[in-house]
């Protein structure tokens, strides 16, 4: 079965995630089949940067996605439709 879920690349207490399409059995930064995206959780806001037409295209494949990935899905559609205030 494939799943949508996070790899962790950062250093050592300086988390940083890709999005990958992996299989379930193998481990948390097996080899992927597809990276369809980046999670930075240190920056302020937070950085996701997700491509939808891949996720879309391999869950049309019978891939499942985490939960997480699920909640930075609903999270980065959130703030995809709010507009950005100039600073």
Known sequence: ???????RIGARKQPYYRVVVIEKERARNGRSLEVVGTYNPRTSPTSIDLKRERIEH???????MSERVGKLMTKH?????Q???PA
């Open 1 to 7: 079965m494939l799943m949508i879920r996070l790899a």
């Open 77 to 81: 559609a959130a703030s995809a439709s």
């Open 58 to 64: 391999w869950l049309s494949k019978g891939a499942k």
């Open 83 to 85: 507009p950005v205030s």
